[in-house]
């Protein structure tokens, strides 16, 4: 029995292979009649006197059950009552065959029960043909595989969440040995009576990375009354005077004529501080060497794992903003004016960072320092007043800042024995990261499912930077922190082809030391 027409075929599965002829004869219009080609049979007298006796058949009769006539409105049956397979439309997925027979392609149908052209294996990659009754998809394109190198930002996120208990058990040390130490200051009959406490830095501003093992406080003294020269047009390094005479002010011994000199302020600071530690019996608290140009007196407290506490002093200065500020801190679009104009009438400070002086230090320079301000703006950091609050809106923009951060980590630790990366420091990845902030202000531009995306938006405005050899400063836009100046050509461009090979293999640094 032919399955597809319920009548005996007879000698006709002898047949020949077929031909294109008979392949084409699979897709004439339906409203013709498909032709049923049967093997030729000797005529017997008795067939020949049935058909004789038969009126001729009209273009209306009926077909014979096994090709019944194609209609529109309803499928033909097969004389055993089941619908005969359809031939496939052009837009509709090949139905399979009846149980037991090779599924055929378009265009493959031969009349007579010819068996289909043999299917072509599915390509690798793509699903096994579904089973009888399943729907037959379309296939989807080869999904392309990661890149070698590829990183998910997850693990490497996780990796530098710090560990609470080290936290909490190097904040207790800490705080520990620093109010001990403001407490005798303040305690003590000496030129920094009035200083008081001002916590800044990573760790207090929550983008502290991989260790809690180095801090940074300000010992903030307020200074009243003075006045501020610009150093030689730098931008950020000041000379500081007292509008009146300070006769009676602690302070005088510091004069180097009108100037208050910072290296002087420093050594006298330092000094006291070396003396005080020594009185810390319940700790192993030691200096470090003073380095050249920096503003810290370093301690080291070792229980046993090392600390690193920098203890900066600080002028506080309540007058207003220098001049050269005045088109900085440019977050009108992100924080508002209304936040804008706030933190412009928070003090600021000045810390005894020197300028540079050909080879050497200018040792009477202050250097403007907004490091409270930056606090603020990370602790503060969304369009929405409850971004990143337990109830508020999240985004990834600390998040970006840790990678960044990391980032640089990573590379100077790969090249600790190359000088082109000494130069480079956390808070240019700060101030990058700031400017974009305002380039991308809307929480919505931040989105934690965007992480990757925002962090690599983040490394193209380096790239830019380094490329270019500019990055203003945040609140001092005169000043080029990429200047010749600060860091020359040459350490600018190993940076940027290290940064650019990292982000074209996928960053293999992350999971490096």
């Keep these: 029995m032919d399955p597809r027409c319920g009548k005996v075929t007879g000698k006709a599965s002898k047949a020949g292979p077929a031909t294109a002829q008979d392949l084409a004869g699979a897709w004439r219009e339906p409203q013709e009649p498909v032709p049923v080609r049967r093997a030729a049979r000797p005529a017997s007298d008795r067939s020949i006197r049935a058909a004789a006796s038969r009126p001729p058949r009209t273009a209306q009769e009926p077909r014979p059950p096994c090709a019944p006539p194609a209609r529109r409105a309803k499928a033909p049956r097969r004389a055993d009552g089941a619908p005969p397979p359809r031939v496939p439309s052009v837009e509709r997925p090949q139905p399979r ?8 392609r378009a265009c493959s149908r031969r009349p007579g029960g010819a068996r289909p052209a043999r299917e072509p294996s599915s390509p690798p990659g793509f699903p096994e043909e579904p089973g009888p009754g399943a729907r037959v998809q379309a296939p989807r394109s080869r999904r392309t595989e990661a890149p070698p190198g590829g990183w998910t930002t997850r693990p490497v996120l996780d990796r530098l969440r710090l560990n609470r208990q080290q936290i909490s058990a190097a904040a207790e040390v800490v705080n520990k040995v620093v109010d001990r130490l403001l407490r005798r200051l303040q305690n003590r009959d000496s030129e920094f009576k009035g200083v008081a406490l001002l916590r800044t830095g990573s760790y207090y501003e929550h983008v502290k990375i991989s260790s809690a093992n180095e801090f940074d406080v300000m010992f903030k003294l307020e200074v009243p009354r003075i006045q501020l020269e610009e150093y030689l047009n730098t931008g950020a390094h000041y000379l500081v005077k007292f509008k009146r005479n300070p006769q009676g002010n602690p302070l005088c011994q510091f004069l180097e004529g009108e100037i208050l000199s910072a290296s002087k302020m420093l050594a006298k600071f330092r000094k006291i501080v070396k003396e005080e530690i020594k009185n810390i019996e319940d ?19 070792r229980i046993p794992e090392e600390i690193s506490v920098d203890i900066i002093l600080a002028l506080e200065a309540k007058n207003s903003w220098p001049a050269n500020t005045k088109e900085g801190l440019p977050i009108h679009n992100w924080l508002g004016k209304k936040v804008r104009n706030e933190l412009r009438r928070q003090p600021f400070y000045l810390v005894p960072k020197h300028a540079k002086k050909r080879q050497g230090f200018q040792g009477e320079t202050w250097r403007i320092s907004f490091s409270h301000i930056e606090k603020k703006i990370l602790n503060n950091h969304g369009t929405s007043k409850t971004c990143c609050e337990s109830d508020g809106v999240k985004c990834c923009r600390k998040e970006c800042l840790k990678l960044m951060k990391y980032l640089l980590e990573q590379l100077k630790k790969k090249f600790e024995n190359r000088k082109e990366l000494n130069k480079f420091c956390s808070y240019h990845m700060k101030t990058a990261f700031f400017h974009l902030c305002s380039r991308n202000p809307l929480d919505s531009q931040w989105d934690p499912k965007d992480l990757k995306l925002c962090f690599d938006n983040c490394v193209i405005f380096l790239l830019e930077c380094l490329r270019t050899e500019k990055l203003e400063h945040y609140f001092i836009p005169v000043v080029n922190l990429f200047s010749r100046d600060n860091i020359d050509k040459v350490s600018k461009e190993f940076l940027l082809e290290q940064i650019e090979y990292e982000r074209n293999n996928g960053f293999p640094v992350f999971g490096e030391f």
Excluded: H, R, Y
């Design 283 to 301: 700790e192993d608290v030691i200096m470090e060497k003073k380095k050249p140009g920096s503003p810290a007196v370093t301690l080291l407290i």
């Design 97 to 104: 065959a009846a149980p037991g027979l090779p599924a055929a």
